[in-house]
Nanobody
Framework: QVQLVESGGGLVQAGGSLRLSCRAPRNIFSVFAPSDMAWYRQPPGKERELVAQITGSRVENYAESVKGRFTISRDNSQKKVYLQMNSLKPEDTAVYYC??????????WGQGTQVTVSS
């Protein structure tokens, strides 16, 4: 059963912007709202890494490499989380994954969406 569905990836030139979306269609509000949501990415040939996190209390954390360029946000009423990516660089090329850690500790991953930044 698919818990998280990502969208918004694609091909963009360096300096451009993309907005990723992740929805949790099987969540109810009381499950989604307190969840910690995050975006991870896995560049070609590398390990998966944390990009940005937004907790249930809306505390945001970012990888140093994306600070000032990426913004994570959430809409609990829509059960969605977003990643606004600006000033994209070729090194941002990766498969981006949505991650959810529920209040009970259960962890879920989306299927991933490809982001390719051309130089």
């Amino acid at each position: 059963q698919v818990q998280l569905v990502e969208s918004g990836g694609g091909l963009v030139q360096a300096g451009g912007s993309l907005r990723l979306s992740c929805r949790a269609p099987r969540n109810i509000f009381s499950v989604f709202a307190p969840s910690d949501m995050a975006w991870y990415r896995q560049p070609p040939g590398k390990e998966r890494e944390l990009v940005a996190q937004i907790t249930g209390s809306r505390v945001e954390n970012y990888a140093e490499s994306v600070k000032g360029r990426f913004t994570i946000s959430r809409d609990n009423s829509q059960k969605k989380v977003y990643l606004q990516m600006n000033s994209l660089k070729p090194e941002d090329t990766a498969v981006y994954y949505c991650n959810q850690v529920r209040a009970n500790g259960e962890t879920y991953w989306g299927q991933g969406t490809q982001v390719t930044v051309s130089s």
